[in-house]
């Protein structure tokens, strides 16, 4: 393993995950899920196309789902992150083609410029430093609705190599805040990288990937997220809980999480902290430590350390580490 310390003199500024962009096999299923379920806003609908965002998100949209008549899981089209402006566009487009990253520009609806470029991992983002968007809702308290989600906090990423993810975002002036290594070696397992002032902006886990495994919707109460559970129980959505309510040890968060209509999976949740200082060091957890996942001791199902969205038209590469975390189903087996 080698951590690097966090590159100050990038020459362009990414500010922040910004949104995700995901297939649906039907527009109005997701809709029911997102809007009337978790309580997020629907900025636009059409046939082709559904937008959606948080309470406290000025942008256009956080999640844009475009509709797709084959069968089977959703996919994912593509990882979004902002810029400040434009010209940091331009510069990382020339700072990207340089060392042979090959970005291009493309046209994306109720965005403007974007540029767009495969990691080292082979996932899709693309980076924009514009989406004007409505006035949003967070004056607008009886509209707040379902799990109160206030914005998208970050995305959490499988990846056949963490080392590789890893260096190519640390390059991108990304910083790590908390880290799972193997026992008793330096190898990575999990990364928790961030560009805003808190713990996550993308968390790249070891595991077969490409494969998005979750994203986060951040609320400021615990009691939101347990209202959320029970919105979602009361409209008959209880079967899409996909790991029940707990608290991480990476993070300090509490959440929850649930599978939409396609299988994407999303957690919501609230009480992670601020990393600004640079001097605040990164946290190592041990892969064997399950508070790291559950710190009141239960490990997670089976199936939300091996079930995940994959990226269309990406290979999906089984891990070069071989250390498979503790499961739920392991946990009760020896219990
Ligand atoms: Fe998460």
Do not use: C
Not at 83 to 88: A, G, H, L
Not at 114 to 124: E, I, K, N, S
């Amino acid at each position: 393993m080698a951590l690097s310390n966090p590159v100050a003199d990038v020459p362009f500024n990414i500010t922040r995950l910004s949104h995700v962009v995901l297939t649906s096999r039907d527009l109005d299923a997701t809709r029911h899920f997102y809007e009337s379920g978790l309580g997020l806003e629907v900025t636009e609908h059409s046939a082709e196309h559904l937008f959606l965002r948080a309470i406290e998100e000025g942008a256009h949209h956080s999640l844009r789902f475009d509709k797709v008549a084959r069968d089977g899981p959703g996919e994912v089209r593509a990882i979004g992150y902002r810029m400040f402006s434009d010209d940091d566009l331009r510069r990382a487009f020339d700072w990207l083609s340089a060392r042979g990253d090959a970005p291009t520009w493309v046209d994306r609806p109720f965005q403007g410029l974007t540029l767009r470029v495969v990691d080292a991992v082979g996932v899709p983002v693309e980076f924009t430093a514009t989406m004007p968007g409505p006035e949003n809702r967070m004056r607008h308290f009886h509209t707040h609705a379902g799990g109160k989600l206030v914005f998208l906090d970050h995305v959490q990423i499988a990846t056949h190599d963490v080392q590789k993810a890893y260096d190519w975002y640390i390059d991108l002036g990304f910083r790590l805040t908390e880290y799972t290594a193997n026992d008793g070696t330096d190898e990575l397992w999990g990364v928790w990288l961030k560009r805003k002032n808190n713990t996550q902006d993308v968390v790249y886990s070891n595991g077969a990937g490409p494969r998005l495994h979750h994203l986060a919707y951040h609320t400021p109460e615990i009691a939101n997220v347990i209202h959320g559970a029970d919105v979602m129980a009361s409209l008959g959505l209880a079967e899409t809980m996909d790991r029940a309510p707990g608290r991480h040890g990476i993070g300090n968060a509490f959440f929850v999480y649930y599978r939409d209509p396609d299988g994407h999976r999303v957690e919501t949740f609230t009480s992670h902290y601020n990393v600004i200082d640079k001097d605040h060091p990164p946290t190592r957890w041990d892969l064997s430590d399950t508070r790291r996942s559950q710190i009141w001791g239960f490990p997670a199902p089976k199936k939300w350390f091996y079930e995940a969205s994959e990226f269309e038209g990406a290979a999906v590469i089984p891990p070069t580490l071989d250390a498979p975390p503790v499961t739920l189903e392991d946990f009760l087996a020896n219990s």
